[in-house]
């Protein structure tokens, strides 16, 4: 089992920037590849960025490419998303998810995943 709690979300200003993280505990942080999603009021949920097992290869939504950067500390147990440029369009709520797969395939699949936060609120005015 492991659990994942997002922190770090807000009510921002377009471009400004935004620190996520998922404080991730059970078993061992290292066996999951981990991802953001994020899902608007009225719209199904959404591939947002992905991280291997090893930090080695990172994954981008092309919605997101550029802006956003998907990073993970081994040490802390502790995934973070760093979002530069902020648009009103990324409003969300964002979600932390991990999955315990050998492969990085299907990395933007919501149904790979095994275990998922309950979500911070991220806002974007303009």
């Known amino acids: 089992q492991v659990q994942l709690v997002e922190s770090g979300g807000g009510l921002v200003q377009a471009g400004d920037s935004l620190r996520l993280s998922c404080a991730a505990s059970g078993r061992t942080f290292n066996n999951y590849a981990m991802g953001w999603f994020r899902q608007a009021p009225g719209k199904e949920r959404e591939f947002v960025a992905a991280?291997?097992?090893?930090?080695?290869?990172?994954y981008y939504a092309d919605s997101v490419t550029g802006r956003f950067t998907i990073s993970r500390d081994t040490a802390k147990n502790t995934v973070h998303l760093q979002m530069n440029s902020l648009k009103p369009e990324d409003t969300a709520v964002y979600y932390c998810a991990a999955r315990w797969v050998p492969r990085d395939s299907d990395y933007d699949k919501g149904s790979t995943y095994n275990y998922w936060g309950q979500g911070t609120q991220v806002t974007v005015s303009s």
């Open positions: 991280i291997s097992r090893s930090g080695g290869n990172t």
